[in-house]
């Protein structure tokens, strides 16, 4: 069956530091995948979207990257980070290919505090 | 373009009584609908999908919703609440395409009291 795994759970980092967060896929090949940040009291926002190594879209200019140098890992950097970048941070796939009546599948999520 | 509305950014309901949580959706082909369900500091779990097979569609945990073309409506309900529903529900459309985007609405909070 598939998986999906992220981390850290949990990180505070202070203003101006790097970022670096991890998503991986287990059991599929060649998945789509999604980042999204979900801050205090709004819905989720899809900040980049990938459907193979080396493709990122992204949705919103902010002070974030993605990467995806392997088929089922997903990063999601930032060089400097700002008190805006505070949310919670989800990684999900779909399958490639899929009709667009399967869902998608979200990890336990990112808890980023930056002071 | 797709969109979604959910109506009520927080519900209450007492335990035992009947969950209505609705959602509005605008699109301009046949929509793909999905609800999910997110407890604290967890990631997102999909409730159920409805895939035009049936306008009614059952879910996990007892949870249903029914397809109204005509109201544009994709509402989430359950007959009888319980404490352990007490989550943050979100209403998603598919984008078409093979991006396999979605686009939620702004979520609703279930609380349940005893």
């Known amino acids: 069956s598939q998986t999906i795994h992220q981390w850290p759970a949990t990180l505070v980092q202070p203003v101006g530091s790097p970022l670096s967060l991890e998503c991986t896929v287990e059991g599929t090949s060649n998945p789509n995948l999604y980042w999204y940040r979900q801050a205090a009291g709004r819905g989720l926002q899809l900040l980049f979207y990938s459907v193979g190594i080396g493709q990122i879209s992204s949705e919103v200019p902010q002070n974030l990257s993605a990467s995806r140098p392997q088929d089922r890992q997903f990063i999601l ?28 599948h979200f990890g336990d999520g990112t808890r980023l505090s930056i002071l | 373009a797709q969109s979604v509305t959910q109506l009520g950014s927080h519900v209450s309901v007492s335990e035992g009584a009947l969950v209505l949580l609705r959602c509005n959706y605008s699109s301009s082909v046949p929509p793909y609908l999905f609800w999910y369900v997110q407890y604290p500091n967890q990631g997102l779990q999909l409730l159920l999908k409805y895939t035009s097979a049936a306008t009614l569609v059952k879910g996990i945990n007892g949870f249903e919703a029914e397809f109204k073309k005509s109201e544009t409506s994709f509402h989430l309900t359950k007959p009888s609440a319980h404490m352990s529903d007490a989550a943050e529900y979100f209403c998603a459309v598919t984008l078409s395409g093979n991006t396999g985007k979605l686009i939620f609405g702004q979520g609703t909070t279930l609380q349940v009291k005893p």
Do not use: I, M, T, V
């Open chain 1, 77 to 104: 950097s930032s060089k400097k980070l700002l008190l805006s970048d505070s949310g919670f941070y989800l990684c999900a796939w779909k399958g490639q290919g899929e009709l667009s009546n399967q869902p998608q």
